[in-house]
């Protein structure tokens, strides 16, 4: 599975504004278990911090902006999520640090399981260590 990948909704856009579509199955690999959006971030501040083991989700920022830093395995690379129809798909054993949200922000996130701290590694350490041996 990949550890991340970018994915394009469609946008029907026309005179009455946007409206983006999204469907399990077609335009993401796996059944919406669970929808959550993150907003009002303070200037400063940033999230994340952890990978986990099995989740996938779709990271969409669906107003303002905000960067967003994996580190897989294989790389460390910097996204600016600014596209309300352009999602990132974050695969298990995706580290994600997310940070610089814009006052108006507003992170949308869609994924494949229900909430469990058990899968979530929130020590780079241990990511580091765990994917010696599960990666
Ligand atoms: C991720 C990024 C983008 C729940 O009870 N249910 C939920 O579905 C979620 C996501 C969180 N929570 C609780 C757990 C914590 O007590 O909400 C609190 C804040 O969660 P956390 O510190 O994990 O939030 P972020 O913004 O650092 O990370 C979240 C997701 O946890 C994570 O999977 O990829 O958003």
């Known amino acids: 599975?990949?550890?991340?990948k970018e994915v394009l909704?469609?946008?029907?856009?026309?005179?009455?504004?946007?409206l983006i579509a999204i469907e399990s199955g077609y335009d993401?690999?796996?059944?919406?278990?669970?929808v959550y959006y993150i907003t009002d971030v303070k200037k400063g501040v940033s999230r994340g911090f952890h990978a986990h083991r099995d989740l996938q989700q779709i990271i969409l920022c669906i107003k303002g902006n905000v960067k967003l830093k994996i580190i897989t395995p294989v790389e460390?690379?910097?996204?600016?999520l600014n596209d309300k129809s352009k999602g990132l798909l974050l695969g298990p054993?995706?580290?994600?640090?997310?940070?610089?949200f814009s006052e108006?922000?507003?992170?949308?996130?869609?994924a494949s399981q229900h909430y469990s701290e058990d899968d979530y590694i929130r020590?780079?350490?241990?990511?580091?260590?765990e994917v010696k041996y599960r990666c």
């Open 76 to 80: 460390e690379k910097i996204f600016l």
């Open 9 to 18: 909704f469609s946008d029907f856009y026309d005179n009455r504004g946007h």
């Open 28 to 34: 993401i690999p796996f059944d919406i278990k669970r």
């Open 1 to 4: 599975m990949d550890y991340y």
């Open 123 to 129: 020590s780079l350490e241990e990511y580091r260590e």
């Open 104 to 110: 108006d922000a507003v992170l949308l996130v869609l």
């Open 93 to 100: 054993y995706t580290w994600r640090e997310i940070y610089e």
